[in-house]
């Protein structure tokens, strides 16, 4: 099983600790596309008009600033560097030694700076979004789905890919549809279904954490992926399209 993770608007900054070395992440043949990114994000957020670019307020100069220097700010784990609702439900620092490899192993974060990066990997906090438009390099979503097919695929192997990740980081790459779930979350109101984008990513990040501390085997199928989420939700499933993957419906009352 391969869990896809978005990346959190909030970062938690790292202290202390050694500054990030792109040679050490995952995925090495991203190499010179984080370079790319990472030189292209530093020259933007320089610029005087770096907030616009980067579709971001001046209450955040702070994480613009940083953004020039990221190779040498302090580094710290993925599952530590990421806040935020998703996170803070799939409760990392929680979870015993066995459940920690074992989300290490299975998730793989989707990001804007990085392409995709373990769950483990160490990171400086960074401010940049998939949706930006950075000069340099263009649109982010379009750049790396021209970078990640390859090593994802790879990575996942034939294991079940579930995909937790929000739409806008969806759009950096498509996993294969017959081996592959996207987990949608819908509150009911009025008797209408509707999304709500807190209480989505707050069960997104409670679906990956039952995933990666329930006992048995993971699940190998959108199927069994919909028996497990039935452990804990009312959930539905969609089966895969030619073109779309399952769709995992996991729906709140």
Same mark, same amino acid.
């Given at each position: ?32 596309? !984080? =370079?790319? &990114? ?5 020259? %933007?957020?320089? $610029?005087? /008009?770096?907030? #616009? ?11 613009? !600033? =940083?953004? &020039? ?5 302090? %580094?710290?784990? $993925?599952? /530590?560097?990421? #806040? ?170």
């Amino acid at each position: 099983m391969l869990i896809l993770l978005p990346p959190s608007e909030g970062k938690t900054e790292a202290r202390k600790g050694e500054p990030l070395r792109l040679e050490d992440l995952h995925f090495p043949e991203l190499l010179s596309a !984080r =370079r790319a &990114v990472l030189t292209a994000l530093a020259e %933007a957020s320089s $610029a005087n /008009d770096a907030h #616009s670019i980067l579709g971001v307020g001046e209450s955040l100069a702070a994480d613009v !600033r =940083r953004n &020039v220097i990221l190779d040498e700010v302090p %580094a710290a784990p $993925a599952h /530590d560097v990421y #806040s935020g609702v998703l996170y803070d439900a799939l409760d990392y620092a929680g979870m015993t030694a066995a459940q920690k490899r074992k989300a290490r192993e299975q998730c793989v974060v989707v990001s804007a700076l990085w392409g995709a990066i373990g769950f483990g990997d160490r990171i400086p906090p960074y401010r940049l979004s998939m949706a930006v438009d950075l000069p340099g390099t263009g649109r982010l979503a379009g750049y790396w789905k021209r970078h990640l097919a390859d090593p994802l695929v790879q990575h996942a192997g034939a294991d079940l890919v579930v995909d937790c990740r929000s739409s806008t980081y969806a759009a950096a790459w498509a996993p294969p549809v017959h081996q592959s779930a996207a987990v949608n979350v819908y509150q009911v109101r009025n008797g209408k279904r509707t999304v709500v984008s807190h209480f989505a990513k707050h069960t997104r990040g409670e679906l990956a954490r039952h995933l990666l501390t329930r006992r048995g085997t993971p699940p190998a199928t959108p199927e069994a992926l919909l028996r497990a989420a039935r452990e804990r939700w009312t959930a539905e499933l969609e089966p895969a399209s030619t073109r779309k993957p399952a769709q995992l419906s996991i729906i709140l009352g």
